[in-house]
Every structure is written in C-alpha cells, then in structure tokens.
C-alpha cells in the first residue's frame, strides 16, 4: 500500500479504516506521518481510533516525533495535554530535547507540562533538566521541581533548595522544601536551617511535622536548647514527632553532660506527665529509662501503682534499662498484683533481663 493510499485510509470516514491505516503506519514506522497521527489526535472522536494513535505515537520515540507530539501542550483540552505528558514519558531519552526547551518556555503552563513529563519519566538522568525550574518564578512549578528533586535524593542541589527555603513566603513551598531538605539534606544544611529559623517552636503547626522529620536524621549535640524548647511548647500536640526527636538526639549524642541530661530527663517526665496518649505516655516513660535518667528511679517504681496499663509497662521497661535494683525488687513485689497476664509476663522478662 503506497503512502497516498494510506493517507486517504487516515482521513477517511470509516473509524475501520482509520485504525487499519494506523496499524500500517506503525508496523512499517512511518515516522513522517507522526504530523498527521498528532493532528487527527486532536480531533478524533472515536476512542478506539484515539488509543490506536496514542499507541502509535508512543511507540515513534524519536525527536522528531516528540517534538511533534509536544505541540499539545498549547492546547486548551485538559486530556490532549494529559495524552501528550503519557506519550512523551514513554519517550524518554528521544523527548529530552525539546522537553529542555519547554521547561523554560514564557508560558507558565506549558513549563509545569514539561515538568509533569520528565517527573513521570522517573529517570535520574533528568535531573540536571528539573533542576532548571528551581529558577521558575511560578509557585507550583518550584515546588513540583523541588519535590522531584528530593525524591530522586538529589543532593547536589540541596544548597539551592535552601536558599530558596530562606526566601519563601509561600507555606506549601516552606513545607515543599523541608520535605525535600529531608532526604537530600545533611547535618551542615540542617545547621544553617537553624541559623535561617531559630525558633522552630513558634513555626506553624502546618512546617513543623517536616520539620521535626529532618531534625529527627540530623540532631547535632548543639541543637540541646532548640530540643528542649520544642519539647515544652510543642510537646504534647506533636508527642510522636517530639519523642522520635528525642531518641534520635539521645542515640546520636549518646553520653550527655550531667547538667544536660538532668534537663532533658526533667523535660521528658514532664511530656509523660502531660496530655498525651497512654501508647506516648508508654514511649515517654520508656525513654526516661533508655536516657538513663536514674534520678527518676522513684517515680519510675510509682508508676508500677499506676491505673493505666501502658504507664505499668513504661515504669517497668525503663527500670530495666537503668538496671535499678530497687526497682526490679519492686516489680517483683508487685508481680502478683498486676491485673494481667500481659504485664505479669513483661514484668518476668524484665526481672530476668536485670538478672543475667
């Protein structure tokens, strides 16, 4: 069938001849008619006849045809850009050209488009190409970029996603950047986030949960104030944020100074005390024992007495990892007593645990 042929099938009126032209022009890759295949993509009507040209196009990856296909962004149908975002990610390498060239188009749109695409494409060779958005002056643009970058643990471009943090007034892209600071930050990042915002404790409820996830993967020893203010204010309304906050300060800095550790053991009893779950209560008071506050010994072995299960369990665990002999002596007084045989059985390994 000679090419005149099959242009006539392609505008015929018959959607069975549309398809069987389709079908030709992709077994024999008659790349040349991609022009014609986007055209009618714009407006066929029969679905068929539309997901046979998708089919096609994306099987054509090739620049020549990808910059074919790149002329849907202009257009105002939500689902033809959809197609052409779908097509060009099945592209890949053959759409890079002028998907480098859209991410900087004047028109806000067709940028984020290009964006959308190379997102999709999930390669980390296009990263270098994303990272041009880090530039855009449009919002949502930013953010998509910034995301993207961190999901590809971009590090190299961390110090840019932070000056842009430091200049952002914008609230989803204050969160987009700690989020992304997140994975693609370090300790040094972390350092300067908090020269750039001193006083975490008074961010809005909305940055501090990524906020807190990043400080949980860097806590420098220096950061001991910033945790106990954080602690005090915020204690309670983030208690899971807080408490992973500070076994992540106690693991990386291991060995605190007396002075230190009386505050933080004093800060930690005092979110045990507060309005919190009973499962928080339970990892707050478990932490006074990981922390080594021996200080607390006694308010440990009241809370054996206590009428919440968790707090029980808590008092004993943490009595286990002090290795209180007075506490283990009053766990095993009060063994007969705990109305359970949940806890009775908690409160055996705990014995035997001090006892090796």
């Known amino acids: 069938m000679n090419k005149e042929r099959i242009m006539s ?59 074919a296909v790149s002329t849907l962004f202009e257009e105002d149908r939500l689902y033809l850009r959809d197609l052409a975002v779908v097509i060009l990610a099945h592209h890949k390498k053959a759409a890079i050209p002028v998907l480098k060239e859209k991410v900087k188009d004047k028109d806000k749109h067709i940028r984020k ?9 999930n390669d980390p060779q296009t990263i270098d190409i994303i990272s041009l958005a880090l530039d855009d002056s449009d919002t949502n643009n930013l953010i ?9 643990e971009a590090h190299d471009h961390a110090p840019k996603v932070l000056s842009i943090l430091k200049e952002a007034r914008d609230s989803f892209l204050i969160v987009a950047c700690f989020e992304s600071l997140m994975k693609i930050g370090d300790e040094a990042i972390f350092r300067e986030v908090n020269k750039a915002f001193p006083d975490p404790e008074y961010f809005p409820d909305f940055f501090l949960v990524p906020y807190l996830k ?5 806590p420098y020893r220096d950061y001991f104030q910033m945790l106990l203010r954080l602690v005090k204010k915020k204690g309670e309304s983030f208690h899971n944020e807080i408490i992973d906050l500070i076994k992540s300060y106690v ?10 550790k ?41 809370l054996l007495d206590s009428d919440d299960f968790f707090e029980q369990i808590g008092a004993i665990e943490a009595l286990a990892f002090i290795n209180s002999k007075e506490g283990i002596e009053a766990i095993k007084e009060n063994l007969s007593k705990f109305p359970s045989e949940e806890l009775k059985e908690i409160a055996k390994e705990a014995i035997k645990k001090a006892s090796e």
């Open 262 to 302: 009386r505050e933080l053991c004093s800060a930690i009893w005092d979110l045990s005390r507060g309005k919190i779950p009973s499962i928080s209560k339970y990892e707050a008071i478990k932490l006074l024992g990981q922390t080594g506050c021996k200080d607390y010994e006694q308010k440990l072995i009241s």
């Open 144 to 152: 998509a970029a910034i995301e993207a970058l961190g999901d590809f």
């Open 214 to 218: 990043f400080a949980v993967k860097f």
């Open 251 to 260: 693991t990386f800095n291991k060995e605190l100074e007396p002075s230190k």
């Open 9 to 67: 099938l392609l505008g015929s009126e018959s959607p069975f001849e549309r398809l069987q032209a389709i079908r030709i022009v992709r077994d024999r890759n008659l790349f040349s008619l991609s022009d014609i295949l986007v055209e009618m993509l714009r407006k066929e009507e029969n679905e068929l006849v539309s997901e046979a040209i998708v089919e096609t196009l994306k099987k054509f990856d090739v620049p020549e045809v990808s910059r």
């Open 113 to 121: 488009l290009a964006l959308d695409t190379l997102i999709l494409m």
